[in-house]
């Protein structure tokens, strides 16, 4: 039983730059969150997907971005890095309408 | 207030010792909690869910939850140095999102 996978494990950028992280959820699963986690902290919630549209967002600038393919696949997209962003990236994958979520190992993005 | 707020740590405990973990949240609405635990470097780890009133037992782990008192509890009997690591409290969808605490760092002393 595959687990979810994320991709990239680990992304350099410049400032100013745009990114791309994937996400498979876990088989049988259909909705995907994603957060964001600096070091020492706890995960932030960006926004999760479900039946390919955002369903919930958290408190983060429209410069993130992200889409759910028929396949319920995930991207997130973020848009002009800044150097505050490099952080731990995680994919959480469930099942609607149950309330436990299962993560990814997580895309580490740094911006230089 | 913070909606889930937890003691960062550390948190250090002799090997066979029981590890407690405390958490408090804001909203009275949850319904369900979450522990994850989180090595160093690594994404967090689904270790508990408890959804009512009272103890979840699971081998070493117990979770415990009052209501009344918007307060979760985990316990870890017998430590085991496998045990280092951040636990997370997390509080239910709402709205569709889990809010995490900042999370308890434990440290298992040899």
């Known amino acids: 039983d595959a687990g979810v996978t994320q991709s990239p494990t680990h992304l350099i950028k410049t400032r100013g730059q745009q990114v791309t992280l994937r996400c498979s959820p876990k088989s049988g699963h259909d909705t995907v969150s994603w957060y964001q986690q600096a070091l020492g902290q706890g995960p932030q919630f960006i926004f999760q997907y479900y039946e390919e549209e955002e369903r919930q967002r958290g408190n983060f600038p429209d410069r993130f971005s992200g889409h759910q393919f028929p396949n319920y696949s995930s991207e997130l997209n973020v848009n002009a890095l800044l150097l505050g962003d490099s952080a731990l990236y995680l994919c959480?994958?469930?099942?609607?309408?149950?309330?436990?979520?299962?993560f990814g190992p997580g895309t580490r993005l740094t911006v230089t | 207030q913070k909606e889930v707020e937890q003691n960062s740590g550390p948190l250090s405990v002799p090997e066979g010792a029981i590890a407690s973990l405390n958490c408090t949240y804001s909203d009275r609405v949850s319904q369900s909690f979450f522990w994850y635990r989180q090595y160093s470097g690594k994404s967090p780890e689904l270790i508990m869910s408890?959804?009512?009133?009272g103890d979840k037992e699971d081998g070493r782990f117990t979770a415990q939850l009052n209501k009344a008192s918007q307060y979760v509890s985990l316990l870890i009997r017998d430590s085991q140095p496998s045990d280092s690591a951040t636990y997370l409290c997390a509080v239910p969808p709402r709205d569709d999102k889990i809010i995490f605490g900042k999370g308890t760092r434990l440290h298992i002393l040899p």
């Open positions: 408890i959804y009512s009133n």
């Open positions: 959480a994958s469930s099942l609607a309408g149950v309330d436990e979520q299962y």
